[in-house]
């Protein structure tokens, strides 16, 4: 929850290959008071069956830049075993990307939901309300 003096941020993802949410996926979470500043790991969370974390951790007071990053190799891989289940793996990574790691800038008083819209070989993020 954003104060006057604090922003809030909020996420989920929505796997495009399948059209649905992501669940499982550990999300960490960063922040940062100036662009020249060190980042502070804040802990993180994992997406529920809807695809969201609802308990990411607070902002500290004056943070100006946000970094989320999503650890989707093990969602891929454990998706990829689920699929084939005792067939033998095809490839040996279920996903092109590994790791996605956003950053952006927030302001006191206001609330960032950033959703992430992927799929094995792409990904997109936009400010959603």
Not at 27 to 33: D, N, S, T
Not at 99 to 107: G, L, P, Q
């Amino acid at each position: 929850m954003s104060t006057s003096t604090t922003a809030s941020v909020s996420t989920h993802i929505l796997d495009t290959s399948v059209g649905r949410p992501a669940e499982g996926v550990a999300v960490r979470l960063a922040a940062r008071a100036g662009r020249d500043a060190d980042w502070q790991d804040l802990g993180g969370s994992a997406t529920d069956a809807d695809g969201r974390c609802k308990d990411l951790p607070a902002l500290p007071e004056g943070t100006t830049h946000v970094r989320l990053d999503f650890a989707v190799e093990a969602y891929f891989e454990k998706k990829q075993a689920d699929a084939q289940q005792d067939a033998p793996a095809t490839r040996d990574s279920g996903t092109f990307f590994p790791e996605v790691a956003i950053t952006f800038a927030v302001k006191p008083g206001e609330h960032y939901h950033v959703p992430l819209l992927l799929n094995p070989f792409g990904y997109s993020v936009y400010r959603g309300s």
